[in-house]
T-cell receptor, first 111, second 113 residues
Framework: EDQVTQSPEALRLQEGESSSLNCSYT??????LFWYRQDPGKGPEFLFT???AGEEKEKERLKATLTKKESFLHITAPKPEDSATYLC????????????FGKGTRLSVIA | DAGVTQSPTHLIKTRGQQVTLRCSPK?????VSWYQQALGQGPQFIFQ???????QRGNFPDRFSGHQFPNYSSELNVNALLLGDSALYLC????????????FGSGTQLSVL
């Protein structure tokens, strides 16, 4: 059974204080690893898809990386508007299997 | 370009009642997936509809059922509501049944009293 574990559960940063969020996964083959951002009372918003170990993607202050067992979401010089819950999800290659999500990391960036 | 729209935004029901939630996918998308998100948890897959048929189903009881219409919109029905059904119900759309880059609606917050 596919599993996703995210750490830490919550993270509080000062504005400008860079850090990383972790997503560890167990999957029988990886079709893709996905990062989403979710604001309170809203649905998740797509950020990145990573397909193979060594791949990296960037968007503004966010950079996602992938290894064979985990993914990191690096946040460089965060701003208060980066405060949100960040969700990681995996998809195995067996047909059109649904995404399996982790519980997320709740990020608070304090001005 | 309208994104994924869900209705209603909030709903309060009592145990044993039935509820219907609605979803219109993003323009051009033909596949709708439904997820349940309990407080403090990640979304859990309920089922996926493609070409008006349920194509995939997660670990949810038969009390959860759905439908997809010819215009690709979808409904989620839950019968015999339990307190534990209280959650945010999310609809996500995609193209061609591939889950990559799911577009989510804002969800329906269901409270069962």
């Amino acid at each position: 059974e596919d599993q996703v574990t995210q750490s830490p559960e919550a993270l509080r940063l000062q504005e400008g204080e860079s850090s990383s969020l972790n997503c560890s996964y167990t999957v029988s083959g990886l079709r893709g690893l996905f990062w989403y951002r979710q604001d309170p009372g809203k649905g998740p918003e797509f950020l990145f898809t990573l397909y193979s170990a060594g791949e990296e993607k960037e968007k503004e202050r966010l950079k996602a990386t992938l290894t064979k067992k985990e993914s990191f979401l690096h946040i460089t010089a965060p701003k208060p508007e980066d405060s949100a819950t960040y969700l990681c999800a995996v998809q195995s290659p067996s047909g059109n299997t649904p995404l399996v999500f982790g519980k997320g990391t709740r990020l608070s960036v304090i001005a | 370009d309208a994104g994924v729209t869900q209705s209603p935004t909030h709903l309060i029901k009592t145990r044993g009642q039935q509820v219907t939630l609605r979803c219109s996918p993003k323009s051009g998308h033909d596949t709708v997936s439904w997820y349940q998100q309990a407080l403090g948890q990640g979304p859990q897959f309920i089922f996926q509809y493609y070409e008006e048929e349920e194509r995939q189903r997660g670990n949810f009881p038969d009390r959860f059922s759905g439908h997809q219409f010819p215009n690709y919109s979808s409904e989620l029905n839950v019968n015999a509501l339990l307190l534990g059904d209280s959650a945010l119900y999310l609809c996500a759309s995609s193209l061609g049944g591939v889950d990559e880059k799911l577009f989510f609606g804002s969800g329906t917050q269901l409270s069962v009293l």
